[in-house]
Nanobody
């Protein structure tokens, strides 16, 4: 129902940083939980970061804790993923997602989300 546009992917060296952005086509964005997922070839999609609709609770996968930060700007209907200390294992297509149904958690399950972006490639060279 909600269209999401991602940007910010690219090629970086190990140890570098990238900031991904995802803008939603709705002004009700402030009521939605959001998440960032990634999928590498031959692997299942995994949640790397999630933020509840209030912006008070977060989820991070163990592999990115301390390196990635999820944030949002409701005035811009945008969710961000700041990625620092990038590693080769972070190479994947990254997707943003929003949950339109009622809920209070930072959701890590792909099934919790209603709308998805098209994905943006992040490649980390070693």
């Amino acid at each position: 129902q909600v269209q999401l546009a991602e940007s910010g992917g690219g090629l970086v060296q190990a140890g570098g940083s990238l900031k991904l952005s995802c803008t939603a086509s709705t002004r009700t964005f402030s009521s939605y939980a959001t998440g960032w997922f990634r999928q590498a070839p031959g692997k299942e999609r995994e949640c790397v970061a999630a933020l509840n609709w209030r912006g008070t609770n977060t989820y991070y996968s163990d592999s990115v804790k301390g390196r990635f930060t999820i944030s949002r700007d409701n005035a811009k209907s945008t969710v961000y993923l700041q990625m620092n200390g990038l590693k080769s294992e972070d190479t994947a297509v990254y997707y943003c997602a929003v949950r339109e149904s009622i809920g209070n958690s930072a959701y890590a399950s792909v099934h919790a989300y209603d709308s998805w972006g098209q994905g943006t490639q992040v490649t980390v060279s070693s």
